[in-house]
């Protein structure tokens, strides 16, 4: 008998927010497409449209960081589940072991990317490019995706811990492809 997980509403309310954060992910790289084209339209116009480089890089780091608890959750995420499965019965340990190194890897990297943001507000910092944009504002996609991966894999560890699993959903193609 599996012990309870996080209340319903709680568990639905994380699973919005890493929905939520997918959706600004997806519009992050319409935002690409829309640069890539405007860039074209301009050269061919024969007009200079400063700093498009640096908007499409932007636009990348938050698609990728938005989309990464998303992805968790979904198991797009790279996973040693071969190894897990031949663990057997110690495949709890496995995964817990898994799940404090993820989460305390993902704690400190947003721990530093919130850092970096405010660092950046506090100095001033601008882009090396023409378009001279505070850097603090292209970085808070970042920050906000890696705090939202540490949130995601404290919210799996916890889950295991009281669950026995996980919140990943298993692969289906992975799994259709191991048959």
Not at 6 to 16: I, M, N, S, T
Not at 21 to 45: F, N, P
Not at 141 to 163: E, K
Request: aromatic share 12%.
């Amino acid at each position: 008998m599996s012990r309870p997980s996080f209340p319903a509403p709680l568990r639905r309310g994380l699973d919005a927010i890493y929905d939520a954060s997918a959706a600004l992910a997806a519009l992050c790289l319409v935002g690409i497409l829309t640069v890539i084209v405007l860039q074209m339209a301009a050269r061919w116009s024969a007009i200079t449209f400063p700093g498009s480089t640096e908007y499409a890089g932007y636009l990348m780091a938050s698609a990728s960081f938005l989309a990464f608890a998303h992805a968790l959750n979904r198991g797009a995420h790279i996973r040693v589940s071969l190894m897990l499965e031949r663990l057997g019965r110690f495949r709890f340990l496995g995964e817990l072991w898994c799940l404090l190194i993820a989460t305390a890897a993902s704690s400190y990297l947003a721990w530093y990317a919130v850092k970096l943001v405010y660092w950046s507000r506090k100095l001033k910092d601008v882009s090396q490019g023409q378009d001279a944009t505070p850097l603090w504002i292209v970085q808070m996609p970042m920050a906000f995706g890696a705090v939202l991966l540490a949130v995601a894999f404290w919210d799996n560890l916890v889950t295991l811990l009281f669950s026995g699993r996980d919140n990943i959903v298993e692969d289906a193609t992975a799994a259709s492809h191991a048959e």
